[in-house]
């Protein structure tokens, strides 16, 4: 995979809304340099998280994870940057908190094995079908920010 600015998409889950972390994990995105290019809050549908989580339908947790991604509205965004998929995934750390190393989202703010905050896109391929599952085109907002000329080397820049 060449290094290139790309887009991710994350869920800030239930857990996060309701324990008040929507601004600490938001903030953690934007200071590592990520573009906010999409963000809504979203009271999620059966349809959609049959569809979200189809590769997980036939796991025992199938039903509580439906259960709790629906509990409360979740917050989904879009975030743009250099190599922003595996970037982002480092940010959040593994799917157990007890297990993400500290200085992660999940090894900071959270211990469970199942209500770890964040939901963040694993692939190129899931990312494009995530975003448009989460969001219509004229909810992607296209736009320079006044730091991107210090975030990235010309080089960097010329992968857009
Ligand atoms: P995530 O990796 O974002 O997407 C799948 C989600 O399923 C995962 O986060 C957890 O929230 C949940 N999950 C994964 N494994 C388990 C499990 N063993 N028990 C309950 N929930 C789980």
């Given at each position: 995979?060449?290094?290139?600015?790309?887009?991710?998409?994350?869920?800030?889950?239930?857990?996060?809304?309701?324990?008040?972390?929507?601004?600490?994990?938001?903030?953690?995105?934007?200071?590592k340099?990520?573009?906010?290019?999409?963000?809504?809050?979203?009271?999620?549908?059966?349809?959609?998280?049959d569809?979200?989580?189809?590769?997980?339908?036939?796991?025992?947790?199938?039903n509580?994870?439906?259960?709790?991604?629906?509990?409360?509205?979740?917050?989904?965004?879009?975030?743009?940057?250099?190599?922003?998929?595996?970037?982002v995934?480092?940010?959040?750390?593994?799917?157990?908190?007890?297990?993400?190393?500290?200085?992660?989202?999940?090894?900071?703010?959270?211990?469970s094995?199942?209500?770890?905050?964040?939901?963040?896109?694993?692939?190129?391929?899931?990312?494009?079908?995530?975003?448009?599952?989460?969001?219509?085109?004229?909810?992607?907002?296209?736009y320079?920010?006044i730091?991107?000329?210090?975030l990235?080397?010309?080089?960097?820049?010329?992968?857009?």
């Amino acid at each position: 995979m060449p290094d290139k600015i790309e887009r991710t998409l994350v869920i800030i889950k239930p857990d996060g809304l309701q324990r008040n972390l929507l601004g600490e994990v938001i903030s953690r995105f934007e200071k590592k340099g990520l573009k906010i290019t999409a963000l809504k809050m979203m009271q999620l549908s059966d349809v959609l998280l049959d569809e979200h989580y189809a590769h997980h339908k036939d796991k025992p947790f199938f039903n509580d994870l439906k259960g709790f991604m629906k509990s409360a509205p979740c917050v989904a965004a879009v975030l743009e940057g250099y190599n922003a998929i595996s970037a982002v995934r480092l940010l959040v750390g593994p799917t157990k908190g007890y297990e993400a190393d500290a200085g992660s989202i999940r090894g900071d703010l959270c211990i469970s094995g199942s209500s770890n905050i964040v939901h963040a896109s694993d692939s190129p391929e899931n990312t494009e079908k995530e975003v448009f599952r989460f969001f219509n085109n004229d909810e992607l907002f296209k736009y320079k920010k006044i730091d991107y000329d210090y975030l990235y080397s010309e080089k960097e820049k010329g992968t857009e």
